[in-house]
Nanobody, 125 residues
Framework: QVQLVESGGGLVQAGGSLRLSCAAS????????MAWFRQAPGKERELVAV????????YYTDSVKGRFTISRDSAKNTVDLQMNSLKPEDTAVYYC??????????????????WGQGTQVTVSS
């Protein structure tokens, strides 16, 4: 049974940093694409960042480029999201997701097979 568990959310002031972590279990994920999404109140869930089989293949939505870094450790089955220079508009529930048996950096959320329960990130102004 595939399971994704996020951790690391919390309350931070604007300009601060947080590091989210996602622990995946149930299989090896070294040949799967993994991603972070977020959903703010009243808004649709949106893609934040994607990582391929290795950390040299990544994608970021424009609003987080230069501030967020996604990275994976395939030996540990984890994927992290380092978030720097946080802004109030980054406030959302952040979700980890996996697109099984994929090589392409999938941007469409409907292609992701499993999701975590989410972790709240709140950035105060």
């Amino acid at each position: 049974q595939v399971q994704l568990v996020e951790s690391g959310g919390g309350l931070v002031q604007a300009g601060g940093s947080l590091r989210l972590s996602c622990a995946a279990s149930g299989r090896r994920f070294s040949r799967d694409v993994m991603a972070w999404f977020r959903q703010a109140p009243g808004k649709e869930r949106e893609l934040v960042a994607v990582v391929g089989w290795s950390n040299d293949r990544t994608y970021y939505t424009d609003s987080v480029k230069g501030r967020f870094t996604i990275s994976r450790d395939s030996a540990k089955n984890t994927v992290d999201l380092q978030m720097n220079s946080l802004k109030p508009e980054d406030t959302a529930v952040y979700y980890c997701a996996v697109d099984l048996n994929s090589y392409t950096l999938t941007l469409e959320r409907s292609y992701y097979d499993y999701w975590g329960q989410g972790t709240q990130v709140t950035v105060s102004s």
